[in-house]
């Protein structure tokens, strides 16, 4: 069972990675940065998939076709490729 809370201002000091889901989000967590290092940190999740249209939102399933949670599935899993390969990338583990 996951859990789910508010992303606070400490956040940021905390995660290599603030990712928002659309720009709404992206707005609201630029805002909350408490820094500009702190708004780098802020990208979107679609932006970590090359073949994705740049700054795109991942869309809200409950208002597209019949097929919207499959297309979400279908986007999250390519973003989180990306992801994978960018903290590959960037973070040696």
């Given at each position: 069972?996951g859990?789910a809370r508010?992303?606070?201002?400490k ?7 603030v990712?928002?889901?659309d ?19 802020v ?9 994705s249209p740049?700054d795109a939102d991942?869309?809200?399933p409950?208002y ?14 390519a ?5 994978l ?5 960037n973070?040696?583990l």
């Amino acid at each position: 069972m996951g859990r789910a809370r508010r992303v606070v201002a400490k956040d940021f000091e905390h995660f290599d990675y603030v990712i928002a889901m659309d720009r709404s989000n992206q707005s609201d967590l630029l805002r909350l940065a408490p820094s500009a290092a702190g708004e780098a940190k802020v990208t979107l999740f679609r932006n970590y998939d090359p073949n994705s249209p740049r700054d795109a939102d991942v869309p809200d399933p409950y208002y597209g076709r019949g097929d919207g949670f499959e297309r979400v599935l279908d986007i999250c899993e390519a973003a989180c490729r990306g992801l994978l390969r960018d903290i590959l990338e960037n973070h040696p583990l």
